[in-house]
């Protein structure tokens, strides 16, 4: 199997949203997703684009993004913050996540951040144990928190 790691196009929007959904089932949250293809349009290529992705492909179908955006941290500058790291069911386990991952990584380095930064849930040993392999700092002392409108 052949993986091809790419920036992200409008046309990749449909199935992204596709996986963004995938990943909420998974996180047993399956009516959480809100979002469109028309905002993510807008917000991923409009005049004030606020967030990029790399997709992961192999046959010209798409089986995995990492979701990123910068951010500004008052003590450490400019950061990658990675929202999502998606890779379809079927196609966990053959290495399509630390791919995307390292690309993001690397995308990151090559933007001058000085880090990368994202969430992971607590009962995902799994994606736990993958970002434990890139000496991962864990966190225990913030609280998440977020207000809806």
Known sequence: MEIQIRKGTKNDLPRLL??????ADFENEPDAVVN??????EDGFGEKS?????????DGRIIGAS???????????RR????DLIVTEQY???GVGAMLFEETIKIGKSTKCTGMMW????WNQS??????KYETKFGNEWINCNIDF
């Open 18 to 23: 596709e996986l963004i959904q995938e990943l």
């Open 36 to 41: 469109s293809t028309e905002m993510m349009l």
């Open 50 to 58: 606020i967030f990029d992705f790399v997709v992961a492909a192999t």
């Open 67 to 77: 979701i990123y955006y910068y951010r500004y941290s008052t003590w450490k500058g």
């Open 80 to 83: 990658l913050y990675l929202e």
């Open 92 to 94: 966990r386990g053959n």
């Open 119 to 122: 969430q992971v849930l607590d």
């Open 127 to 132: 994606a736990i144990d993958f970002y434990k």
